[in-house]
Every structure is written in structure tokens, then in C-alpha cells.
């Protein structure tokens, strides 16, 4: 008599759609997400106060803009109490000097930070004076 532990028809528990020995299926898109969420939360417990009624968002495109100036990474919308990270201008024209997951989430994590800091009226380096300490 077979054990209660197995599935239908004996064959036992379904293993991931990738197989055991190749990793997980990850999306630009959802690293992104984790990416901005992560760099938010660290921020709003280093400035709880400060962030308590602020939102994050994640934009795709900024509105329009003329012709030959800048593509805004992310908006602040004070007054709102909202910071929209735009995830295709960040992934899209950025110049990294090595195009791997460590740059690409230290360049979505110091986007993060400067709204953040735009929003608060401060410096970046002022966040968290402690990751820019050189020893």
C-alpha cells in the first residue's frame, strides 16, 4: 500500500518547470521591483520619520520631454509624498563600465537614493553616511 506522501499516481513531488540543476527563472522586471524595494526599505529605517508617508513607485517611461534635453530617471512628487523610479531610462541608458547583476543593482540602488534624497532635501551621501566612510 502506498504512502499517503505521494501525488497522483505514485510519481512522486513536482520538481520546478527549470529542472534541479539549473537555477530559477529570473525577469529584469522583477529584479527591478526587489531592487527598488529593498534600497526603500533600507532607507525608511534609516529616516522613519522622514518617510513615514512617502510611496514608491515604479514608472516605465517619464512623461515627454522636448526634444535634445535629459530622460528623467525618476520624479518627486512632494506635495504627493511620492518617488517614481523609472525602470526603462535606468536599464536602458545606462553606462555601465562592467554589465553584470551587481552593477546594474548598485546603479538602480544609487537612483533610489538620490530621489530619496531629492525628496528629503538632502545630499545622497547623507542617507547613510556609513557606506561612504573610506577606510
Known amino acids: 500500500m502506498r504512502?499517503?506522501?505521494r501525488d497522483r499516481h505514485g510519481r512522486g513531488?513536482?520538481?520546478?518547470v527549470t529542472g534541479p540543476?539549473?537555477?530559477l527563472l529570473r525577469s529584469r522586471h522583477g529584479n527591478f521591483e526587489l531592487t527598488?524595494?529593498?534600497a526603500a526599505q533600507y532607507l525608511k529605517e534609516m529616516w522613519p520619520e522622514d518617510l513615514a508617508k512617502a510611496r514608491f513607485e515604479i514608472g516605465l517611461?517619464?512623461?515627454s520631454s522636448p526634444e535634445g534635453?535629459?530622460?528623467d530617471r525618476w520624479k518627486v512628487v512632494a506635495d504627493e509624498h511620492?518617488?517614481?523610479v523609472f525602470r526603462?531610462?535606468?536599464e536602458r541608458m545606462a553606462r555601465l563600465h562592467r554589465d553584470d547583476d551587481l552593477h546594474r543593482r548598485m546603479l538602480i540602488e544609487s537612483c533610489v537614493f538620490r530621489a530619496v534624497a531629492e525628496y528629503l532635501g538632502k545630499e545622497p551621501w547623507e542617507l547613510a553616511p556609513e557606506h561612504f566612510r573610506h577606510f
Open 3 to 5: 504512502g499517503n506522501w
Open 13 to 16: 513531488i513536482r520538481s520546478a
Open 21 to 23: 540543476h539549473l537555477p
Open 36 to 38: 527598488v524595494a529593498s
Open 61 to 63: 517611461m517619464p512623461d
Open 69 to 71: 534635453t535629459k530622460v
Open 82 to 84: 511620492r518617488i517614481i
Open 88 to 90: 526603462l531610462p535606468i
